[in-house]
């Protein structure tokens, strides 16, 4: 375990809390983690995952944004559903997108889980698309995905990583249930 790991852990941890209490301080403080994981992944050929903090810096960018302003900058944006078909082409996009940075990561890089990588950051992607809309739907593919990014971590010996990542894996479990019962109580 690394300063850098440490670091980026515990920023991880404020964020995610952050982000179950829709606190848009989740974005700043995700924004710092990303930048601090990007280098720490780059450094473990984690390649996919280093391309995913990157493009996570852009979204934490995106999400503040959308909290704090979204379509109606005079109204807090509330948590709502995806209908199924946005559901379906949400992880089909997420299938293809594995398919494609898979396929370069096992060409061109010497990636040490390109496959596992690949796919584990489309879906994040899509993950985070839906959280930044506050998209009830995203908190159980976080569920899903934190599961296997702690057998990614384990795998890769970044056990501190693999800890926070299985206390994501309850803190979106807590997430899903906080943001259902506000959704339910707007009906």
Not at 92 to 106: K, N, R, Y
Request: with cysteine.
């Amino acid at each position: 375990m690394s300063p850098l790991e440490l670091c980026a852990s515990l920023l991880g941890l404020i964020a995610v809390w952050l982000t179950v209490r829709q606190n848009p301080w989740c974005w700043p403080v995700g924004l710092v983690m990303v930048v601090l994981y990007a280098w720490l992944f780059f450094q473990a050929r984690l390649y996919s995952n280093t391309l995913l903090q990157c493009i996570y810096a852009a979204l934490q960018l995106y999400g503040w944004w959308h909290w704090t302003r979204g379509d109606r900058p005079d109204e807090r944006l509330q948590v709502s559903s995806l209908a199924w078909r946005q559901t379906c082409s949400g992880l089909a996009l997420g299938v293809l997108g594995s398919l494609l940075l898979g396929l370069l990561m096992t060409t061109f890089t010497d990636a040490s889980a390109p496959w596992q990588d690949a796919t584990l950051c489309a879906f994040s992607l899509v993950a985070q698309l839906w959280m930044a809309k506050k998209r009830l739907q995203c908190w159980t593919l976080w569920v899903l995905l934190d599961v296997l990014f702690v057998a990614l971590f384990i795998d890769q010996e970044l056990y501190l990583t693999a800890a926070l990542y299985a206390l994501f894996t309850l803190l979106a479990c807590h997430g899903w249930l906080s943001w259902r019962r506000e959704l339910v109580a707007r009906r």
